[in-house]
């Protein structure tokens, strides 16, 4: 309860700067479709995620690709797909993730290159977690992201801090240094897997 009281009350105790605390919600979803056959371990994946932040910025991302099983532990996604936001700006996106389950640990990592379309310069985004999973449904762990300007070089999020999923609902906790800006913030990231 006070994670979810920080989130949505964030705003009124920010500073009026583009770098005061931020509350976020992450909505992601995703589906395997088996087009290959039913021999077949691999499947093509959508996926579909929107991140909204407590001082009004909204991104929507979509990918769609083959998802390549290559052992029952490892397996690889080629995605393409668009990056929209209120900037306003579009992106074509090209991705790659790996993620690798045994047991009850998960090591996941995404990289994302943004080609623009309108509005956005190109950019790149970094996404890896560690899961230990205490069960089918609970997990726990550790998560990195990073955004950048692939144009001028400058990092716009390097956040890193622990995470918890109950199922559906889950909370990343991070601290994010911003390099290209002056000061550092902290923020709670509400998420929702439907």
Known sequence: MVVFAMLFSSQA???ETDHAYAGQVNVSAGHDFNVF?????????AHGIMLYTTDDYLALFTYLGPKI????EFSIYTLVGTFNDNTPGMSFTT???ADYLKGKNELFAEFD?????DGHPHQYYTFDQYNRFANENVYYGLTLE???NLDTGDVYELAYGPHIQFGKVG???AYDQTPAFDGDKFFVRLIFKP
């Open 95 to 97: 991705s790659i993730w």
């Open 37 to 45: 056959g039913k021999e077949s371990k691999n499947t093509l994946h």
């Open 113 to 117: 290159y943004y080609i623009p379309i």
């Open 171 to 173: 909370f990343w906790l």
């Open 69 to 72: 099983q290559l052992t029952d």
């Open 13 to 15: 105790f920010a500073e």
């Open 146 to 148: 990073s955004f950048g």
